[in-house]
């Protein structure tokens, strides 16, 4: 009951943040859809399609169509952190029709979230793509976990910048700082290219540091995630038999999985990325 109960639900907040998106485009005379958007909604269904017939090949296809295209040929302009900022840029302004395109592209990216886990960030993002190639598995650093339940508290000050500055200023603050800006469209003040270097380094040793610790959409979507419907497909209390420390706790790159009895997953941080399930025991031994 309560899981229907989260799916109508789910589906009420995404057709009444849809309907909305839709009225105020329509505000402004037509509903022409940039080819881009269309590009984004295409890769979301693929990626929706790759999750839930577990081939996990594809996910490297979609973050390299992603990077591609909405990273360097869009030059990186189709931002959700942006979309975000839009928002509260116009929200309470006489220029609320322009919040439209922003709306619509955040419902979609929270209601795929809800219902179906966090591609986005896991399978589409161009910004997550860049740091997923780099990383190298066998240069893996593992963070502290202290150090890494603190670093992963400030995308979520991050996502409040972006919710109150342009609530109160109506401009946009977080292009002023995104790392990815220099990376995309070659552009940004030295800091940012500094910033840029950073995260690039880290990448290679540290798997998606920006995605992990300072991404406000990462830190929206993945509230979205915590609440939805989504659910790893994990070894149960009655078969999971890897003992206290199980190998998909090992195996996750962003160590959002604990075990105990069995696998507990913070979904806030989970991108879907499958590795967890690609070695699950009981998993393998079902399959066989």
Known sequence: MEK???????????????SLSVQLILTKGDFKI???????FGILGVSIFGYYKKIHWLRNITLLVSLAYLGFYEAGCLCSNGSLETIFMYMGSEKVARLGMGLLRISILAGVTYFFGNLFCGWVCPKGAIQEFLFKDKLIKKVPKKLDNILKKFRYIFLLLIILYPLIYHKRIFNKIDPFKMVFNFSGATYILIF?????????????????????IGAFLGLINKIGVFKLRLADKDNCSC????????????QTIKKADIPIVNKEFCFSCMECEAVCIVKKKNKE
Do not use: D, H, Q, W
């Open 4 to 18: 229907k109960i989260k799916y109508i639900f789910g589906f009420l907040i995404f057709l009444i943040a849809f």
């Open 34 to 40: 940039p080819l881009k958007f269309y590009v984004l």
């Open 196 to 216: 840029m270097t950073i995260m690039l380094i880290a990448s290679i040793f540290i798997y998606r540091p920006f995605c992990r610790y300072v991404c406000p």
């Open 243 to 254: 003992g206290p420390k199980g190998i998909c706790e090992i195996k996750c790159p962003t």
